[in-house]
Every structure is written in C-alpha cells, then in structure tokens.
C-alpha cells in the first residue's frame, strides 16, 4: 500500500484512540531497517510509523556529508516507493529535533512539503517532531505555536515534547531525576497555547519517567498513572474528554508489559521504539558472523565463501531478526492483526 494520505494517517490515530492499542514507530537508519519494519508490520498485519532522527538522517545522505535534510528527504522517497509492495500502510515522521536542529532539519522539511501541496499533492512527512525539552516550556510552546500553524497548513500533524526524556538519543542527552514527570499544570499550559484540535492536530510526548537507551526491568521508574491524572484534569477542566490528548510514550525500553499497557490505556497512541530493533539487528549479525566465520574470513591462504560473505546472504538474516522484534511490538501495544488495509 502506499505511505499512508493525511487523512488516513488521522484515520490511524482516531483508531488506536478509540480502540485502546498504540502504533509502534520505529527508528530507521538505512534502507535495510525501512524492509525491516515493512516486513515486520506485515507479518504482524498491523499498520505502523516509520521515523527518522537528526543521526538517522544524516547517516542516509552518507556517513561522510550529514547534510540531514537531504537524508530525510532520500529515507522519504525510498519508503515512499518500496511501501507500495506491501499490505500494510505506515505513515513517516521526523523524530527528536532539538532547537539548534530546525533550522537543518524540520524546517527545509517542511519548506518542501509546503511546495508539494501547493502543487496538489501530499506532504512528505505525515508529522514531525520538535523537542523542547532543552529549553523553558515558555519557549517551547512558542516555537511549538509557531511550527503548529505550517504543519496544519500542509495537513501534517506535530508532535510536541513536554517534560524531559532522561538518557541519550542522537545526542539529545538529559539527566535521569525528578525533572522527568510532566505535571498537570504543564499540560494546562500546552493545551492554553496550542488548543485541543482547533489550532492543527498534535501529538503530546509527556514525560513520566521515561529514559532513553538501554536499561533493565525495574531499573526505570514509570509513573504511568501520572497519563490518566493529567488526561483526567484536563477533561475537568476543558470538558474535552475522556482522553483529550493523543500522547507518545518515549524511551521505552527496559518498560514492563503492564506499564506499557497503563499507558496505552491512558491514552498513548504511538510509541517509539528503537534500541531494541538496534539490537534485534546487530545481534543476528554477530551471530552470523561467528558461525560463518570461515566462509566470511580468508583464512589460510583460502578465498572464503562468496555467498557467505555477501552482504545481501547476512543482511537478510539481520532484516528477518529485526522484523520478528517489530511483530512482537505490535503484540506488546495491541496494533497487531488490526490493519484494514
């Protein structure tokens, strides 16, 4: 099926919503990793997001160049076109772009797809992302205002960070204390500057303990109930319920089943997921390797093994591993077996 419309990537949310499962987006770096999640989404017969980071970016316009808007625009147009191969639709999205970014990153982005709809047709992007996490809320619901009236206009959807992912990603870095939970008050002041609809759709990422990177079970603190608090104090206040929010669960790894549960319950409808598929691939790379080593390797005086060590004989077995942990994420937040496509 092809990238999913502006329509049916609401469509896509409005579902999730209502019927109480997320959308797992997961984090690619090379066209391998985009086959990856195709042939894990279909599999697990779910619909999904597809996203790409400031590093993500950079890496596809060449490890040597980072010219990050060019990149995106390449990750675009290569899912764009191998997506129509299979049954499933996946919408595309730019993630975590900090304040220094925008300028190199989300804005030529946007600049292009204003170009594309003037021209009657969709946008590249069905929603990016602007963290502002690094800088007072104040600002970022400034810059947030300002990014919501372009995004609207090109019928794309924004996502909005508030509060503070602990760890690192893409160089994005914070510290892991008590500046991770969002409050009450700092959602009232989201849905005070942006609306609840009105002003263009977007998406919330609200902190509640959430880190970046790699962590066991256990080793991060969730407060997935602070999700229901805050949807519930904002449906008192703006009578806009039950759930007013569409919200994003950030820096899931090392979460427990339950709390991913609680917190799609409470209104999550996408969650990222990248450490996990990194590992998913590398992991069965390594694996190869080791047992392959004397077809991969020159050992000898020998030649090795041609299609051993033929990049496409391991690269399918690394796109297989990472496909197996993305149907497992569509198990995890209930999307699977629930596309209509």
Not at 165 to 180: A, C, P, T, W, Y
Request: hydrophobic share 40%; proline share 4%; aromatic share 8%.
């Amino acid at each position: 099926m092809p990238v999913a419309t502006p329509e049916q990537y609401a469509a896509m949310l409005d579902k999730a919503k209502s019927n109480g499962f997320a959308y797992p987006a997961f984090n690619v770096s090379s066209s391998q990793t985009i086959n990856s999640v195709l042939q894990g989404l279909t599999e697990a017969g779910s619909d999904g997001i597809i996203q790409v980071t400031t590093g993500g970016a950079d890496y596809f316009a060449g490890h040597t160049v980072k010219n990050r808007a060019a990149g995106a625009i390449a990750f675009a147009k290569f899912a764009t076109e191998v997506a129509r191969n299979y049954p499933v639709t996946v919408a595309l999205h730019t993630d975590h772009c900090p304040k220094d970014a925008l300028d190199g990153f989300v804005m030529p982005l946007i600049a292009a797809s204003e170009e594309e709809v003037k021209a009657g047709r969709n946008p590249i992007f069905q929603s990016h992302m602007w963290d502002g996490s690094a800088v007072p809320l104040t600002e970022n619901l400034e810059i947030a205002t300002e990014m919501l009236k372009r995004t609207k206009a090109i019928n794309a959807i924004l996502e909005v960070e508030i509060g503070v992912v602990g760890g690192e990603e893409d160089g994005v870095s914070h510290d892991i204390n008590e500046h991770l939970y969002t409050t009450l008050d700092d959602a009232i002041a989201t849905v005070e500057a942006l609306g609840l609809g009105e002003q263009g759709r977007y998406m919330a990422a609200l902190t509640f303990g959430n880190v970046h990177g790699v962590y066991k079970p256990g080793n991060v603190k969730l407060q997935p109930e602070l999700l229901k608090t805050i949807q519930d104090g904002l449906t008192a206040k703006y009578g806009h319920g039950p759930k007013p929010l569409d919200l994003v669960f950030h820096g899931g790894s090392g979460s427990t089943d339950a709390e991913i549960a609680e917190a799609v319950a409470n209104g999550v409808v996408k969650m990222n997921i990248d450490t996990d598929t990194q590992y998913a691939f590398t992991r069965s790379i390594a694996g190869y390797m080791l047992s392959n080593y004397e077809g991969v390797l020159k050992l000898d005086g020998e030649v090795g093994n041609k299609k051993v060590y033929d990049p496409r004989a391991w690269g399918k077995v690394a796109e297989s591993a990472m496909a197996a942990r993305v149907l497992e994420s569509t198990k995890q937040l209930g999307s699977y077996g629930t596309s209509t496509s």
